[in-house]
């Protein structure tokens, strides 16, 4: 079978997955709209390996180049001549003449979408517009309930509309396994230190629990960078949480594996999360993980015995979060710990590839039948 993706620039965990689609049998190329993106560190991975790799643009996927961007596309397409084509979103022009030409050449669309319902605020004309692109898709693949919610609400059919798409590197987070403290806790926060994190709250709600547990080590590790980090490390300052707060800053992902297999919990606490997917890597480890309402991976990650969540506008929730954590005996950590890796395996690449396959399968079966059904009845 012979899919073609359009995606945004390449990505390390999404390059396992297209890696582990074409280990199962299918001829993949990917339409990268650019090769980069300011928003992230460069590709820890090199690209195309096993699949194809076409790029749209030499820019930052912020400074894409619309119109020639999306002329390019189609002339891609129809050099690949895909079976099923895959669109990663729907936010720049590239998608929509990708969506014509799969329309026209009478080709099934794939939706990977990961907005949810409140990631923004919404403005009627532009969801008018992602209806209009959505009810054109065959199909949608989402991260979790989260976005399954928000493409049903734009129109697509809950029957039409497959869960976890999140997937992370398995291999490098599953082979080390989380060594929780019985005379400290330490949280870790990975990820770029920008607003939408909402770290300042995070060292606010630290500063409680230090507080409150003064006979406790409480620790927090930041890694990552932003442009947030200066005012950070003034504020970790003015709250006297010198001792207790450690900045690590960009790592590996092995390094980041070994970070979290020295920590007790991972904590994300972000305004605005489409999934997260460090929580998926936490798991992996072992690492039970604290989330904010805000995370799209919360309602699908967090059981009883993978984590918590918390309102993330709420400073005291939080606090009060973080000192029953504290308070938990090792035991019970090592259990939640068991429990995260079964969970993870749920999201490993190989899982996502054969639904992602399977579906494609479906649709170009589907499409045949009613070809040949047309046939017959003229």
Known sequence: MRITILHNHPIHYQHLLFSEMVAQ??????????KSSTARTASLQPIGTGYQSHFLSASAFEDLPQIRSALRAVKLLEQCRPDVVIIGGYSYLPTWTTLAWAKLRHKPVVLWSESNLFDHSRQPTKELIKRIFVR???????????????????GMPATHIIEKRATCDAGTFGKRRAVFHPDRRRFVFVGR???????????DAIAIVVGRLPELSIELLLVGYGPDEAMLRERVIALG??????????????????????SDCLVLPSLSEPWGLVANEALCT???????????????????????????????????????????????????????????????PEKCARRILEYCEFLTHRDASLQANETCQT
């Open 136 to 154: 054109m898709c065959d199909m949608g693949h989402v991260y979790g309930k989260s976005s399954r919610e928000y493409l049903e609400f734009l």
């Open 25 to 34: 049998g299918a001829h993949v190329n990917i339409l990268f709209a650019a």
């Open 241 to 262: 949480l010198v001792e207790q707060v450690a900045f690590a800053g960009v790592k590996t992902q092995d390094e980041v594996s070994s970070l979290m297999a020295e």
């Open 286 to 348: 072992g690492l039970p993980i604290l989330v904010s309402n805000r995370c799209g991976c919360a309602r699908d990650l967090i059981t009883d015995d993978t984590g918590w969540s918390f309102e993330a506008e709420d400073t005291n929730e939080l606090a009060s979060r973080l000192e029953a954590i504290s308070l938990l005996p090792v035991e019970r950590l090592q259990a939640m710990g068991a429990a995260c890796i079964r969970l993870a395996s749920e999201y490993a």
């Open 193 to 203: 230190f920008s607003p939408e994190k909402n770290l300042l709250r995070l060292l």
